[in-house]
Nanobody, 124 residues
Framework: QVQLVESGGGLVQAGGSLRLSCTAS????????MGWFRQAPGKEREFVAA????????YYADFVKGRFTISRDNAKNTVYLQMNSLKPEDTAVYYC????WGRGNSDPARYPRWGQGTQVTVSS
């Protein structure tokens, strides 16, 4: 089973940028669709972005379009989330998730494998 490890979170001022990384242990990483989700205190986990196995198709939540970019490097078993123009409301724990042969679903229940999460805090 694939194991996922996120990194790159931290504290940033509003308007700043962060790049999150998620590295997978699975040698068949290229067969997984990867998603990024986030969860703020007291809120449900919500979809942020997803990318299918080949990287040709990407999907975004409306609230991050134009600010965040998801990408992947299958040679490094890593998916990235570049976050620009960060806002205080982006503060959350960010999780990456994997679904083998997935289609970039926005429903977290479709993803059987999850990382431990990385905290992103945006100060105003």
């Amino acid at each position: 089973q694939v194991q996922l490890v996120e990194s790159g979170g931290g504290l940033v001022q509003a308007g700043g940028s962060l790049r999150l990384s998620c590295t997978a242990s699975e040698h068949a990483f290229s067969t997984y669709a990867m998603g990024w989700f986030r969860q703020a205190p007291g809120k449900e986990r919500e979809f942020v972005a997803a990318i299918i196995w080949g990287g040709d198709n990407t999907y975004y939540a409306d609230f991050v379009k134009g600010r965040f970019t998801i990408s992947r490097d299958n040679a490094k078993n890593t998916v990235y989330l570049q976050m620009n123009s960060l806002k205080p409301e982006d503060t959350a724990v960010y999780y990456c998730a994997a679904e083998r042969w997935g289609r970039g679903n926005s429903d977290p229940a479709r993803y059987p494998r999850w990382g431990q999460g990385t905290q992103v805090t945006v100060s105003s």
